[in-house]
Every structure is written in structure tokens, then in C-alpha cells.
């Protein structure tokens, strides 16, 4: 990418940016963050309960909101591209800067409206801020995968609804299907060595990748479930850690190339 | 000044491109005839780079279009029917195309006026007349002094006021030396504007060259007679 599209990606970031932030929709993700995490707190729970709590708003609530907020995002930007694309402008800037506009403001409402209650009651133990912050990156990476898994859909179908249930299909299926299939393979094969096909099954699925990223964090070996303990032994936390992320990075890169692959291609 | 040879363009079964050749001269008016659904807007849009040939080379001043899209920096495009951002006003999005391009050379904003367009700018695009989103449509195309500009069918939905002053504006940038490519259904438009002609249909065209070359070649003295003749297949 040549400096021309490079200026032309921060552009349009630019004026997206000026759209996104000025939507109630937005200013009420983060207050909801915001709002949520303060309550934990005033209802009494030390900063380790209310991340743990935290981490089930993480898990479920951001790849909902991200694959609503940027399908119906995409499909309402579509006079605005079309726009865009009479003008001198590459398509790729063009989808980088749609793709910046809308998942940076969403990371930020979320770590913003996270962050800032941690600042005010504080932690009790210095260790609980490395855990926060991996709960932090943990949500940015899953904000960034399933914005990016969003734009695919708006762009690979041009009728919304068709869009915005496959994306609401493919929530689904990360976040409660595929915990079910996991189980319904532990119990069918539970007579045989699981560890590897488990591990590998997490792999697949971004919102467990999240959860073992987490849960490796907290001391709660107990609550880990299945795929966490199984992670922690084979690989140890570290390392466990490094492959989880590691992970995350490869489903935010293939359908992130993808989506704009696919941009680069239609015909508008 | 634009070139385009071999295009072949299908939309899942539909072919609506077929080997399509066509030559458009520098500083002419040509306009693309055809039936409704022969590939007139496909066409356009492949030129601009909004629709991806299948195959076939298109070049712009003997630079081959790449799909990079940067030959749009020199075309101006109305299109049919155009979109914006709903909530921004005219003026607002006027300003955003002229940061995008990040030039200082003057706009040409003689339509505006011509329009009488300037209360309006003001004003979020959604609540703009269909004719009025034309207009400023219109203003968009010749804003940055284009050599090339591109209209499909430029007076469809424009009143007889303002369908007049646009085609004075053709007539006066085409003098200036200005390219046009315009599609219309209307055939005294196209004989009051148009020195040269192409006519599409299936995909490929037909005939093009000047205008007089196809009344004489028809034997026709009346534009709409000619093209009724190309339709019916009975001429060369």
C-alpha cells in the first residue's frame, strides 16, 4: 500500500469516524460497558468478580453487537461507497477505511467504557491489571474478528436480511452451538484420548479462543471447563497464551483479506 | 481517447457484454443507444471501474485502465440515479470530494448557480426532490474540471428549465474540448448534442460512428428512423 492509499484510508476513516461517533448507538455500547462494570463494582465484588462476571458480557455481548452494528453498518454505508467509488479512490483504501471507521470506534467504546470504572474503584491486587488487560485485548480481538466477519457477509450478499441473519447465524453458532458440538464429542468419544481433537476444535472458533485466553488468567482452575484445563496442561499458561493469541490473529487476518478480496471484486 | 476492445461481462447466466468494441473519439460527443437491458449502463460502469470486465482491455489516453480506479480522477460521472449519504447536505459532501482529491485548483461550480441550486446545498440530501439529487448529481460531475465526463441518461427527471441548462453546459464544455459519453433514450437529446453514435444491442455494438454516417448509410433522414432501422436489423 502506496502513501496515496494510505491517505486516502485515513480520509475516509476520517469521515466515517464523524458518522459513527455522533450515533446514539454507539454513545450506548460504551455507556453500557461503562454502566455495567460500575454496578459490579457498587453491588460489593472485588475487581476479580467483576471481571469474571465481566468476561461473560465480553464472550457473548461484543460478537453480537460487532456482527449487527457492521452488516447493518456496511449495508447503510452503501450510498456513501458507491460515492466514493466514482472518485479516484482504490478500493482497498476504501474498505480499509470503512473497516477502521467502524471496528476502531467500537474497540474504544468497549475499553473506554471498561476501563475507566477499574480507574476509579481500582484493583486490589497489582496482578489483576495484567488480567484486565488481557480481558481488554481479548474483547479488541473479538470486536476486530467478528466486525471483520460482519463486512464479509454485507459484502458477499447484497440483500440485507439475507446479511444480517447469517451473521446473526454465525453468533450463534460460535458462542452456543459449537460449545455444544465440543461436548456432545467429548461425551460420544469419552472412552478415547481427547486432548489433541479438543485443542484443535477450540482453534476453530474465535469466542473459545477468547474464553481459554481468559480463563488461563484467572485462578480459577476449577472453573476452567474442559477445553481451559486440557490448554493449560498441554501447552502451560504461557504458552497456552501465546498460541491462543496467536489464533485470534489468524481469524482476524483471513477474513479480514477476504472481505476486501471480495470488495475488491463486486460490482457495484 | 478511449479505447475498448474484447469486453465480455456476465452476470451469472446472463451474458450482456459480448466481445464489445468500441472507439470514442477525443473532444466528441458520443452517445450509447440501445433497448432497455443491452449493456448501456454495464458498459459505463466498466469504463469507471465501478463493474469488473471479464475480459477486454479498456484504454484511457493510451494507458491501459487498471483497477486501481484512478482513471476516475480525469471522468466526471452522473449516474442514472444517484446515491448519497442521506444525511449530509450537498455542500457537505461537495467539500468531502474536493478534501479526497486534495486539490487546490478550482472547482467549477457554474452549475450551482445555473441551478439556482444554492439553497438547497444547505439542506441534508435526503429531503432533496428526485430532480434536485439530479442536479446536484449534475454539479458533482463537472466539479473538477473533467476531461472526460460521463452522464447516463443525464435529463431523465430533470425539468425542461433544468434539462435545458444542463445541455447548455454539455454543448459549452464539448466546445471547450471536453469528451462526453451519454446514454439517452430521447432522440432529438441525442441529435442536438451528439456528433457521434453507438448502437448497442445484445451486447455488442452494432454501429458507431457519426451521425450523419448512419442517416446516410440508412438512407434515412431522421435519427429515430435510422436507429428503427438498426433494430429491425436491416442495415450494415
Keep these: ?268 | 481517447m478511449v479505447d475498448i476492445s474484447g469486453l465480455d461481462k456476465s452476470f451469472g447466466k446472463l451474458r450482456v457484454l459480448r466481445g464489445l468494441d468500441l472507439r470514442v473519439e477525443r473532444g466528441k460527443v458520443t452517445a450509447i443507444v440501445g433497448p432497455n437491458g443491452s449493456g448501456k449502463t454495464t458498459l459505463i460502469k466498466i469504463i469507471l471501474g465501478l463493474a469488473r470486465a471479464d475480459r477486454g482491455r479498456i484504454v484511457v489516453d493510451g494507458r491501459e485502465v487498471t483497477h486501481d480506479g484512478l482513471q476516475r480522477e480525469r471522468i466526471g460521472y452522473m449516474p442514472q440515479a444517484a446515491r448519497f449519504p442521506e444525511n449530509l447536505t450537498a455542500r457537505h459532501v461537495l467539500a468531502m470530494l474536493q478534501d479526497l482529491r486534495g486539490k487546490t485548483r478550482d472547482r467549477d461550480e457554474e452549475l450551482i448557480d445555473a441551478f439556482d441550486l444554492s439553497r438547497e446545498m444547505d439542506k441534508p440530501l435526503r429531503t432533496l426532490s428526485g430532480g434536485n439529487r439530479q442536479k446536484v448529481s449534475a454539479v458533482i460531475a463537472f466539479l473538477f474540471h473533467p476531461e472526460i465526463v460521463i452522464l447516463d441518461e443525464p435529463t431523465a427527471g430533470l425539468d425542461p428549465v433544468a434539462s435545458s441548462i444542463l445541455k447548455d453546459k454539455i454543448r459549452l464544455e464539448a466546445a471547450r474540448g471536453t469528451t462526453f459519453i451519454l446514454t439517452s433514450h430521447i432522440m432529438s437529446e441525442i441529435e442536438e448534442l451528439a456528433s457521434n453514435l453507438a448502437f448497442l444491442l445484445d451486447g455488442s455494438i452494432r454501429f458507431s460512428g457519426p451521425i450523419d454516417e448512419l442517416k446516410h448509410a440508412t438512407g434515412q433522414t431522421r435519427l429515430e428512423r435510422a436507429i428503427a432501422h438498426l433494430m429491425t436489423g436491416k442495415a450494415a
Aim: proline share 3%; hydrophobic share 55%; with cysteine.
Design chain 1, 1 to 268: 500500500m502506496n502513501s496515496l492509499s494510505l491517505n486516502t484510508t485515513a480520509k475516509i476513516f476520517q469521515y466515517e469516524l464523524n458518522d459513527v461517533v455522533r450515533s446514539r448507538w454507539m454513545v450506548g455500547y460504551g455507556v453500557f460497558f461503562l454502566l455495567v462494570t460500575d454496578l459490579l463494582f457498587r453491588f460489593g465484588s472485588g475487581s476479580a468478580q467483576v471481571m469474571l462476571s465481566l468476561m461473560n458480557v465480553v464472550l457473548i455481548l461484543i460478537p453480537l453487537v460487532c456482527v449487527a452494528f457492521g452488516t447493518m453498518h456496511l449495508y447503510s454505508a452503501r450510498e456513501f461507497t458507491e460515492l466514493m467509488l466514482t472518485q479516484p479512490v482504490r478500493r482497498g483504501a476504501l474498505f480499509s477505511g470503512l473497516y477502521l471507521g467502524l471496528s476502531i470506534p467500537l474497540s474504544a467504546a468497549f475499553v473506554v467504557g471498561t476501563g475507566i470504572p477499574f480507574l476509579l474503584h481500582g484493583v486490589e491486587a497489582a496482578s489483576h491489571f495484567r488480567t484486565l488487560a488481557i480481558m481488554l485485548v481479548a474483547g479488541v480481538f473479538l470486536t476486530l474478528i467478528f466486525t471483520a466477519l460482519a463486512f464479509l457477509m454485507a459484502i458477499r450478499y447484497d440483500d440485507r436480511v439475507r446479511g444480517l441473519g447469517l451473521a446473526i447465524l454465525l453468533w450463534l453458532f460460535c458462542s452456543v452451538v459449537y460449545d455444544g458440538i465440543i461436548l456432545g464429542v467429548i461425551h460420544a468419544f469419552a472412552d478415547y484420548p481427547l486432548e489433541r481433537p479438543v485443542i484443535a476444535l477450540t482453534l476453530l472458533n474465535p469466542v473459545d479462543l477468547a474464553r481459554v485466553l481468559l480463563l488461563l488468567n484467572f485462578d480459577i482452575s476449577a472453573l476452567m471447563g474442559y477445553t481451559g484445563a486440557v490448554f493449560e496442561q498441554f501447552f502451560g499458561s504461557a504458552a497456552g497464551r501465546l498460541i491462543s493469541l496467536g489464533a485470534l490473529a489468524l481469524w482476524l487476518s483471513v477474513p479480514l483479506a477476504t472481505g476486501k478480496r471480495l470488495f475488491e471484486r463486486k460490482n457495484f
